[in-house]
């Protein structure tokens, strides 16, 4: 089977109700994720959390995804820089975890960079013929906000960050995203494709059976809702109440400045390829699955609610109330997922039919066979394919 053909995706293209999934090869083979972390994790925005992760001014934090290794800092000015974590000297990570310095020093030799990526000593050089500091700053990726989302991109000929969101954060605006602070960031380091944990999430089809003693009896209707403009989609749940708590805990208030639809429901977001928001009425959590091969995944989970929840005495009760609920479904969905990229790995498993319930499941696999093919991309196309089901 030639992976990079076409006729290898025939029934994948076709529509839900007809189509087949990828071949599990695309889930474990290295060729096939080589072509994936060039065409899409070094040619789109990615995720890389919440801007208060680098609140303070000399703060910085590391991020590695597709072989693309960051740090991103916030330099004395406040402004954010997404540098690359490796020395100009010979090319040690000068940065581990995250931290507060003025500057950041190569562990191997030494050199010494500003926060904006400047290289401002490197001793013992004076008899490298030549050779000036000025020449070799750190390497840069791009680096933008969306509503305290940070979002980089390594390639320089990729439209804006606000292209490639399009319509989506006219949408969500009356959340107020802008205005939430981090709760809790928890990382798992899995053992499946990407793919797999993202498709997991953007499907309930799995629900009634995975997270039978959990999350199966809140019950909502899935409404269909205008696919927008952008490298995004969206599913829409109407339902009462909150769903980001078990049955029966206490949490906070609804966020005020909601009404209508948003005031009652939940919203599940993908923003290609691998961002992914859960959104309730009281509260967002939302998910960076990071590639770290083509079996393993960086997972981030940030929980964020509304600035002034963060004053309540009650907060940190409350709050536990909502990661009791992320730990127990989060852990459940991480276990299938690793199950299911041990049965991808078989020599005779082959792409099965979809049900309805897996739109997201169909869309985000056009949408990276589009990239991986290099064919005309039109996420529309699948958003509008979404809505009529
Ligand atoms: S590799 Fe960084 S100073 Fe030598
Ligand atoms: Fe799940």
């Known amino acids: 089977m030639n992976l990079f053909d076409r006729e290898t995706y025939r029934d994948v293209r076709k529509p839900l109700d007809q189509a087949a999934g990828l071949p599990p090869r695309c889930y474990t083979d290295p060729s096939f994720y080589q072509r994936e972390v060039e065409t899409i994790f070094h040619r789109g925005w990615i995720m890389v959390g919440r801007e208060d992760r680098v609140a303070a001014p000399g703060s910085w934090c590391t991020i590695r995804f597709a072989n693309v290794s960051l740090v991103l800092t916030r330099d ?52 490298s013929v030549g050779f000036s500091t000025d020449d070799y700053p750190l390497h840069a990726a791009r680096i933008d906000t969306w509503a305290g989302f940070m979002f980089v991109c390594v390639s320089e000929d ?127 959590w939302c998910f960076e699955a990071h590639p770290q091969g083509p079996e393993r995944t960086h997972l981030v989970l940030t929980s964020c609610f509304p600035a002034q929840r963060f004053e309540r005495p009650d907060f940190q009760a409350l709050a536990d109330n909502y990661f009791k609920r992320q730990d127990i479904v989060v852990r459940e969905d991480n276990d299938i997922s690793e ?47 979404v809505a009529s089901v």
């Open 339 to 385: 199950l299911q990229q041990r049965g991808l790995q078989s020599w005779h498993v082959t792409p099965g039919r979809f049900c309805i319930k897996e739109k997201i499941v169909h869309a985000l696999d056009n949408w990276v066979i589009d990239r991986v093919l290099g064919e005309q991309h039109d996420s529309a196309r699948y958003g509008s394919e």
């Open 76 to 127: 004395a000015t406040g402004k954010l820089h997404a540098l690359a974590n490796a020395c100009r000297h010979r090319g040690s990570p000068i940065a581990q975890g995250e931290g507060q310095s003025r500057n950041l020093v190569c562990p191997y030799h030494a050199w010494s960079y500003s926060l904006d990526g400047k290289l401002l000593a490197a001793p013992a050089m004076a008899d």
């Open 158 to 284: 990729v439209p804006p960050l606000a292209s490639w969101l399009g319509d989506l954060p006219a949408r969500l605006e009356m959340y107020g995203f802008g205005q939430m602070r981090t709760a809790r960031r928890v990382t798992y380091d899995l053992d499946c494709n990407w793919k797999v944990w993202v498709e997991n999430f953007m499907e309930g089809y799995h629900i009634p059976t995975v997270h039978r003693s959990t999350i199966s009896r809140q019950k909502a209707i899935n409404i269909p809702e205008d696919p927008g403009r952008g490298e995004y989609t969206a599913i829409y749940e109407r339902h009462e109440g909150t769903r980001a708590l078990l049955h029966g805990d206490p949490g906070f208030p609804p966020i005020e400045t909601l009404s209508g639809d948003s005031s009652l429901g939940s919203r599940f977001i993908l923003v290609y390829p691998a961002a992914m928001l859960a959104i309730a009425n009281d509260t967002m």
